[in-house]
């Protein structure tokens, strides 16, 4: 497997390259156990070092993984290893679950033999105290900061600390009958630079103890420090003097000599100032009764001083950025040092942890590993003679950590009944106290695994709350902490394969915040297993196949199974379904297991009886916890029926209720297909109908424009008749006959306007037309409340007397009395116009009464909004200038005054936005609806 090269870093420190790249695990930068990182040290005169590793894992393989871990509980074993630590460096990693994790088995064992051999060596004459992170110093000093003297002496105390801890390792080693025995801890620090030199620098420029820099650190340091203590001693028996001449001359009370402004100096009463002549004030006391004068005699020497210490300073410096400079050159051997430093921590925690819960040393069965020191360059997974046929074999193994309490209870106990510290393992399985061997209590109750070799699939059944999951977990915990290195809480030697991925599915995971359901979580999980599992994998599942219908979940479940038997190392799954269990007759790469259950206590024993079929016992569990007889007994009833030898009956019974419906089924779907011929048949006729409505309405349009323009002609002419008569008689008429034509004049014009004026009743007001007027679903209407602005009408109008009504987007709910129906001349635009006409056509200045005709373009009427395939275009799928040409046709080739649904979908936008631009250019398109939340990705456009 090739490895991802994330990082390269080259930074240049004495004509070397280091190149960091980011592939395996060290120390707590790492983010996740399964970084790596090489820290190469390559000679600028050399070839680069080309590499290939094995064993990496990728980015989704990491996140599988890192979710298990969490499944399983891992950062729970490493916070219980945490307080087994003995440096800040380790317990950090502990406790974010930063573990060394062997990525192969050659790593794994290796991690082992070290835990091992640390178990060898008493805690007590190993030390750790001098030991600190050094890694904040570190990045100071190669950012060019100045070091700290106690930083300084940090690193020099890291630096012996590690030298003495590798020759307290070698002299135990050396004094032991089996010094092979101690070779995996000795291996860690056998290559690695203590860079003595470094130590003795700092120990010969620095004192750790007073915290200063020594004047041997160099030898102009050590000049400017004499000529500074010569000064300061001339200086003091100058100021001695001074002060005392002052005493007795009564200027102070005692002689005083002190420091002001960085500069030394004596104190004098305000009142005798002139003791010192040409002497400088340097301060005054709070009071102002005293004076801190520098005398005249004093002043060349004082800026001696001031000179020497800012030289003094300078130089220490100097110093302090030599010894920087020297450890940011170091970087990468100290960081190299505490990683192996880091390793040896880990290694006698992983020890002491293993002491503390009496755990023993796990070996990897067949396919792992054939040795520890045979294994090749280029092939870390070979094999280890057995004599039995187990590739799992663990006995009486407890899950660490319900281990942990029950260790604390023992240890609290046997620390009262003798009252001094008790050691708690003695490395071989049993209990050591004062010499007597003590048996652990029964909390945890100890399981087995008993795996053979050729069984990839063990399905485990039983009851709930019987131990499955927590068995379950046990065996997952037991195969990481056999790959990081641990021992385990079991008896005798435990055996079990190495495997690369240890992939969790325990536990409900149901998701709100991911629209998951319980069985729509567990899918999801097992999915991303199958995409990053090996051969040399281990999968556990609980509950496989639950959290829907029962007989798609067995046949989900037996196909998932089979798919793992071909593909993983290792599948341990828990299960209700009895199906599953079945699967081993037909195939010996499946093996059962059941929970046992004391059908004397109704109560769970928390036991694995390997190759047995367990039941769920649901019933005798819920008659122990108190449910009602009844209720028991009915449901023993319903047990019977589904027994196998009843499955037969049951589904012929089935197979018969499944035909019936069916033929019903069948039956309903003929008669739907009869209603919906005929419902097509009524549309069409409909459509005709409407079709020819269409074609008369224009008619009656027309003729009524024809009368309408034939009664303005002859009330025209009338009115034109009249005039002239009037005009004629006006000429010799006296003042009496005059007024007499006037009102002969007035007779005649109400004449002719009665007869062209609708008789009486015909028009229908407002108020009778709203009283009466009832508007129906899809109709347009004027609503009062929005300024007399067109809406339609979205729902049937109720029993509240209120209508929903639409105006564009905005939907609002308004009383029926505020509804007005649209005017006959709105509903027929024709007519309207031709009205309009014949108006503008009268005489200006004539009266036009009751001929007044509403006729603005607002009130057209474009029937009912129904969408057929007749008045719709769908430009969904095509390029921009092909929608473009089709809804030009489309538009231009739609009747007057009707509707046309463009239906241009959502996708990029696009079209719609090109569409919208052309239905607002268009001169035939008078208004148009945006898509509503009914029908998205559609326009509604009106054509006049």
């Not at 396919?367 to 997974?381: A, F, H, Q, Y």
């Not at 281990?538 to 037996?558: H, K, Y």
């Not at 108190?626 to 197979?655: C, S, T």
């Not at 209720?657 to 919906?676: D, P, T």
Request: proline letters at 4%.
């Amino acid at each position: 497997m090739e490895c991802h090269l994330t990082s390269i870093s080259i930074t240049a420190f004495n004509q070397q390259r280091k190149v960091v790249v980011d592939c395996s695990p060290t120390r707590q930068r790492v983010t996740t156990p399964m970084q790596l990182t090489f820290n190469l040290i390559i000679p600028v005169n050399k070839s680069p070092i080309s590499f290939k590793p094995r064993f990496c894992y990728s980015s989704d393989s990491n996140s599988v993984q890192a979710d298990s871990l969490k499944t399983l509980e891992w950062s729970s074993i490493c916070k219980q290893l945490s307080s087994f630590t003995s440096t800040s460096m380790g317990s950090s990693a502990a406790n974010n679950a930063r573990l060394l994790i062997g990525r192969t088995p050659h790593q794994s064992q290796k991690l082992l033999d070290q835990t091992s051999a640390a178990r060898l060596i008493p805690q007590q004459h190993i030390d750790f105290s001098g030991i600190h992170d050094l890694t904040d110093i570190l990045s100071l000093a190669v950012s060019g900061h100045l070091l700290t003297i106690p930083e300084l002496c940090k690193v020099r105390r890291t630096l012996t600390a590690a030298r003495e801890l590798f020759h307290t390792l070698k002299h135990v080693a050396s004094e032991a009958n089996h010094s092979q025995r101690y070779s995996p801890l000795l291996e860690i620090l056998q290559n690695c630079n203590f860079l003595v030199g470094l130590e003795r620098k700092i120990e010969y420029c620095v004192d750790c103890n007073l915290s200063t820099i020594l004047d041997r650190a160099s030898e102009d340091l050590e000049i400017i420090r004499s000529e500074r203590k010569r000064n300061l001693e001339i200086l003091d028996s100058l100021l001695k003097e001074v002060s005392s001449q002052i005493f007795r001359a009564g200027g102070i009370d005692r002689p005083f000599i002190t420091k002001r402004r960085s500069r030394m100096c004596v104190g004098i009463r305000a009142s005798r100032k002139y003791l010192l002549p040409e002497g400088i004030v340097l301060n005054v006391s709070s009071s102002g009764a005293t004076y801190f004068m520098e005398p005249k005699e004093a002043i060349d020497l004082n800026n001696m001083e001031v000179r020497l210490s800012n030289s003094e300073k300078a130089e220490e410096r100097a110093i302090l950025s030599m010894l920087a400079s020297e450890i940011a050159n170091s970087e990468s051997e100290i960081n190299y040092l505490l990683d192996k430093i880091l390793e040896v921590d880990l290694a006698f925690a992983r020890a002491a942890y293993a002491q503390w819960m009496n755990g023993v040393c796990p070996i990897f069965s067949s396919g792992t590993l054939e040795g520890r020191d045979s294994v090749g360059e280029d092939n870390d997974i070979l094999v280890v003679q057995e004599d039995d046929d187990l590739t799992v074999n663990i006995e009486g193994i407890r899950h660490p950590l319900l281990l942990e309490k029950s260790l604390e209870n023992i240890s609290d106990n046997l620390t009262q009944k003798s009252g001094t510290a008790v050691e708690l393992g003695n490395g071989n399985g049993t209990m050591a106290s004062n010499g007597t061997s003590q048996g652990i209590t029964d909390f945890p109750v100890p399981v087995d695994f008993k795996i053979r070799h050729g069984t990839k699939v063990v399905v485990i059944s039983g009851p709930n709350t019987g131990g499955k999951t927590a068995s379950m977990k046990t065996l997952g915990l037991a195969s990481l902490m056999s790959k990081a290195g641990m021992h385990l809480p079991a008896k005798r030697s435990p055996k079990l394969p190495w495997f690369d991925l240890i992939l969790a599915d325990i536990g409900d995971q149901q998701s709100l915040e991911q629209n998951l359901s319980t069985f729509s979580g567990h899918i999801s999980r097992i999915r991303k297993f199958l995409e990053v599992a090996s051969k040399q994998s281990l999968v556990l599942i609980d509950e496989i196949g639950g959290g829907t219908d029962p007989s798609e979940g067995v046949a989900l479940s037996a196909s998932l199974l089979q798919y793992l038997r071909d593909h993983v190392n290792l599948a341990v799954v828990t299960t209700h379904y009895a199906d599953l269990s079945t699967m081993k007759e037909k195939d010996t790469c499946f093996e059962n297991a059941a929970m046992e259950f004391s059908l004397e206590t109704l109560q769970p024993t928390y036991r694995i009886l390997w190759g047995r079929t367990g039941d769920s016992n649901a019933l005798s569990i819920a008659e122990s916890i108190g449910f009602d007889k009844n209720i028991i007994d009915h449901a023993q009833k319903w047990v019977e029926k589904l027994k196998p030898e009843q499955q037969q009956e049951r589904r012929g019974m089935l197979y018969k209720s499944l035909q019936e419906e069916k033929y019903r089924l069948k039956a309903q779907a003929e008669k739907a297909a009869s209603v919906h011929a005929d419902i097509v048949n009524v549309y069409c006729e409909i459509q005709r109908e409407a079709e020819d409505l269409d074609r008369r309405e224009m008619m009656l349009m027309a003729k009524e424009v024809q009368q309408v323009q034939e009664e303005l002609e002859n009330a025209k002419f009338q009115m034109e008749t009249l005039v002239k008569k009037f005009e004629k008689q006006l000429k010799n008429m006296g003042r009496n006959q005059f007024n007499t034509l006037i009102r002969e004049s007035e007779t005649a014009i109400a004449s002719i306007v009665k007869a062209h004026t609708p008789a009486a009743g015909f028009p229908i007001s407002d108020v009778d037309r709203t009283s009466s007027y009832t508007p129906q679903f899809g109709e347009q209407v004027r609503v009062k409340g929005l300024g007399g602005k067109l809406a339609r009408v979205v729902e049937s109008p109720g029993d509240d007397e209120t209508i929903l009504v639409q105006y564009g987007k905005v939907k609002v709910r308004v009383k029926k009395n505020s509804i007005r129906a649209i005017s006959p001349s709105a509903m027929n635009p024709a007519t309207s116009s031709a009205t309009h006409q014949g108006r503008q056509s009268l005489p200006k200045g004539e009266s036009q009464g009751n001929l007044d005709i509403n006729s603005s373009n607002d009130d057209l009427s474009f029937g009912p909004v129904v969408q057929t395939s007749k008045n719709t275009v769908d430009l969904r799928g095509m390029r921009l200038e092909e929608a473009a040409i089709h809804l030009e046709m489309a538009i231009n080739s739609t009747r007057p005054y009707s509707v046309l649904f463009v239906i241009h979908g959502m996708g990029t936008g696009a079209v719609k936005d090109r569409a919208l631009a052309i239905m607002q250019k268009h001169p035939r398109v008078t208004n148009h609806e945006p898509e509503s939340p009914m029908n998205y990705g559609c326009t509604v456009a009106y054509v006049k």
